[in-house]
Nanobody, 125 residues
Framework: QVQLVESGGGSVQAGGSLRLTCVAS????????MGWFRQAPPGKEREGVA????????FYVDSVKGRFTISRDNAAKILYLQMNGLKPEDTALYYC??????????????????WGQGTQVTVSS
């Protein structure tokens, strides 16, 4: 059974940093692309933030380029999202997800088949 568990969210002031962690289990983690998504407010469509394919190639949405860094530890089955220079508009529930692909990634929700429960990030001005 595939399981993705996020942690690391919290409340910070604008300009601060957080590192999100997603621990994966129950599947061949290293063979698949992984992504981070966010949703705010509840009910709004999930927005792709960043993704990383099985070879380490990355993609970032324009709004986070230069501030966020996605990385993965295949041995430990962990996905990370380092978030620096946080802004109030980054406030959202952040999800990690496992893709159906491995040799490329795209921050498109429809390509992802398994999702974590989310971790809340709140940035105050």
């Amino acid at each position: 059974q595939v399981q993705l568990v996020e942690s690391g969210g919290g409340s910070v002031q604008a300009g601060g940093s957080l590192r999100l962690t997603c621990v994966a289990s129950g599947y061949s983690y290293s063979g698949y692309s992984m992504g981070w998504f966010r949703q705010a407010p509840p009910g709004k469509e999930r927005e792709g933030v960043a993704c990383i394919d099985r070879d380490g190639h990355t993609f970032y949405v324009d709004s986070v380029k230069g501030r966020f860094t996605i990385s993965r530890d295949n041995a430990a089955k962990i996905l990370y999202l380092q978030m620096n220079g946080l802004k109030p508009e980054d406030t959202a529930l952040y999800y990690c997800a496992a893709s159906t692909t491995g040799n490329f990634c795209a921050a498109v929700p429809g390509l992802y088949k398994n999702w974590g429960q989310g971790t809340q990030v709140t940035v105050s001005s």
